[in-house]
């Protein structure tokens, strides 16, 4: 079995990351995580190489990230939240997920065959709404072929670390199991 997760948080001891260790500790099989704080992937410049073609002209971590893809059985997008939505560089790797939007819609392939159980985990130190940030998640996993999607939010960071959130904590761990099951 693996995991794909992407991080979207630029703190190393934050939140976001005391739940993704709790992912890593308890998953099965092998993991890729991807910082989008500290990868070498570049956004999407928009050059619609993939309108016509598989892939991405850009050459640089994300053709790993596409390999790994391919091979996965479940993804994670996990991330704090800023103005309502995902970071800004979690976005950025996002944006090079567009080959794959391409292939569907541009070019009527499909180009990543193995379905994926995928989940979110937002953190948020406010108590405003996940929705739109949810929603931005969602598309991506999408794009990747999950079609079984959880969830965690986590609010009120500010006040009680994610990790000592009792009800985020349980959600995690329906997911870990979730994973964790065979097909």
């Given at each position: 079995?693996?995991?794909l997760?992407?991080?979207g948080?630029p703190?190393?001891?934050g939140d976001t990351v005391?739940?993704?260790n709790?992912?890593?500790e308890?998953?099965?099989g092998?993991y890729?995580?991807?910082?989008?704080?500290?990868c070498?992937?570049s956004?999407?410049v928009?050059?619609?190489?993939?309108?016509?073609?598989?892939?991405?002209a850009i050459k640089?971590?994300?053709?790993?990230?596409y390999?790994?893809?391919q091979e996965?059985?479940?993804?994670v997008?996990?991330?704090?939240l800023y103005?309502?939505?995902?970071?800004?560089?979690l976005?950025?790797?996002?944006s090079?997920?567009?080959t794959y939007?391409?292939?569907?819609?541009?070019?009527?392939?499909k180009?990543?065959?193995?379905?994926?159980?995928?989940?979110?985990?937002?953190?948020?130190?406010?108590s405003?709404?996940?929705?739109k940030?949810?929603d931005?998640?969602?598309?991506?996993?999408?794009?990747?072929?999950?079609?079984?999607?959880?969830?965690?939010?986590?609010?009120?960071?500010?006040t009680t670390?994610?990790?000592?959130n009792?009800h985020?904590v349980?959600e995690l761990?329906d997911?870990i199991?979730?994973?964790?099951?065979e097909?």
């Amino acid at each position: 079995m693996k995991t794909l997760i992407f991080n979207g948080s630029p703190r190393a001891k934050g939140d976001t990351v005391s739940l993704i260790n709790m992912v890593t500790e308890n998953i099965k099989g092998e993991y890729k995580l991807v910082n989008a704080y500290r990868c070498d992937i570049s956004p999407c410049v928009d050059c619609r190489y993939c309108w016509k073609n598989s892939g991405c002209a850009i050459k640089d971590e994300m053709q790993d990230v596409y390999a790994y893809i391919q091979e996965c059985d479940n993804i994670v997008i996990a991330s704090p939240l800023y103005f309502s939505e995902l970071t800004g560089k979690l976005l950025d790797v996002g944006s090079r997920l567009q080959t794959y939007f391409s292939a569907g819609f541009l070019r009527k392939e499909k180009c990543i065959e193995k379905p994926k159980k995928g989940a979110v985990v937002l953190v948020g130190g406010g108590s405003g709404g996940m929705d739109k940030a949810y929603d931005t998640a969602c598309i991506l996993l999408h794009d990747m072929n999950c079609r079984d999607i959880r969830k965690v939010f986590c609010n009120n960071t500010d006040t009680t670390p994610a990790i000592a959130n009792e009800h985020a904590v349980e959600e995690l761990k329906d997911i870990i199991r979730y994973f964790n099951e065979e097909e």
